[in-house]
Nanobody, 128 residues
Framework: QVQLVESGGGLVQAGGSLRLSCAAS????????MAWFRQAPGKEREFVAA????????YYADSVRGRFTISGDNAKNTIYLQMNNLKPEDTAVYYC?????????????????????WGQGTQVTVSS
């Protein structure tokens, strides 16, 4: 069945870079949209970036726009998150989500319930 597996997290100094990967596998239809969310201790899981396969549209949270880049390889059912100029505020567990539904941009960015599956998460820690 479908699985999402994240990788690429680690410990990095402020100003450094990391590249996260999320691979989707299983005998299911390809997701319509895949996204990155993150969750810091004591905080709600928040949207980071998303990519829509059909139109190739990408979306970013204001806090990461210009520093992070989401991309995907549809043939591999894999998405990536290139994170540059990392800040201590970026420290969190980063999760990959996928949805097979068709929703509005507002729903995809603000409603976590629209995503059908989640990965196990990968820890990103940025030191000062």
């Amino acid at each position: 069945q479908v699985q999402l597996v994240e990788s690429g997290g680690g410990l990095v100094q402020a100003g450094g870079s990391l590249r996260l990967s999320c691979a989707a596998s299983g005998r299911t239809l390809s997701p319509n949209t895949m996204a990155w969310f993150r969750q810091a201790p004591g905080k709600e899981r928040e949207f980071v970036a998303a990519i829509n396969w059909d139109g190739g549209r990408t979306y970013y949270a204001d806090s990461v726009r210009g520093r992070f880049t989401i991309s995907g390889d549809n043939a591999k059912n894999t998405i990536y998150l290139q994170m540059n100029n990392l800040k201590p505020e970026d420290t969190a567990v980063y999760y990959c989500g996928a949805t097979w539904g068709t929703y509005s941009t507002c729903d995809l960015l603000h409603d976590r319930g629209r995503y059908d599956r989640w990965g196990q998460g990968t820890q990103v820690t940025v030191s000062s």
